[in-house]
């Protein structure tokens, strides 16, 4: 019987993975190996040898594929237990060492990542869990999470950061997705125009921002 090769990890998970078999040939120390995988979202736990995986779920917002992704890989590679965060990740709990990859590799192939689930970098991007359906919201802010988290991913500069930053989203002034938030888009609103039904892309102006102005914090505007 012929197998089919396995497709090629991409550059982070073969980057995690070399790290991970080095780490147990005594090659590569705990502290340089923590250090790349913690902001892969993986996390030591207290039973030796064992390890949290910390996946981003964009707004809490789940299809039933990947949520069944994660229950196989919960499975097959962990304790069975799945953990929600009060940041709408979900953690897979109990992964040995030698699992981490396997496990990572069949999360990214329903969509599901672990990037930035730890460490200096731009943790999962939240929303309020009444977006699209609250009668005082503006706009549905959930499109944007999912937006800003594809955009924010994919920039390497979002994984070089001094400290971590986490963004929550809410579309009214009842301050429902802010319990960790740095940004609330009812602050914006103001900002933002509507013509014959559509919303101008009031973000543009702060991407710029941040694109050329890199700085560790810098104030915006009063609201």
Not at 12 to 33: I, K, M, S, V, W
Not at 98 to 123: K, Y
Request: hydrophobic share 40%; charged share 20%; net charge neutral.
């Amino acid at each position: 019987m012929n197998l089919a090769p396995h497709p090629p990890l991409p550059p982070d998970l073969e980057e995690l993975r070399q790290a991970t078999d080095r780490f147990r040939t005594g090659a590569l120390g705990e502290a340089q190996y923590r250090a790349l995988r913690v902001p892969m979202g993986v996390y030591e736990q207290r039973v030796s040898g064992t390890y949290m995986l910390r996946a981003r779920v964009p707004g809490g917002i789940l299809r039933p594929a990947a949520l069944c992704r994660l229950a196989e890989v919960a499975a097959e590679h962990g304790v069975g237990i799945l953990h929600v965060t009060t940041r709408q990740d979900v953690q897979v709990q109990g992964v040995p060492v030698e699992g981490i990859v396997p496990a990572l590799a069949a999360l990214r192939e329903a969509g599901v990542t672990t990037r930035g689930g730890g460490g200096n970098t731009v943790r999962n991007v939240t929303c309020c869990t009444h977006a699209g359906v609250c009668a005082h919201e503006r706009f549905d802010v959930s499109p944007w999470t999912q937006a800003i988290s594809e955009w924010l991913l994919a920039d390497p500069l979002s994984f070089t950061l001094p400290r971590k930053f986490k963004l929550s989203f809410a579309g009214c002034d009842r301050d429902c997705g802010s319990g960790n938030a740095e940004l609330r888009l009812e602050r914006f609103y103001e900002l933002v125009q509507v013509e014959n039904g559509h919303l101008f892309n009031f973000f543009n102006e702060i991407f710029e921002l941040c694109r050329h102005f890199h700085r560790l914090i810098f104030l915006l505007g009063f609201f």
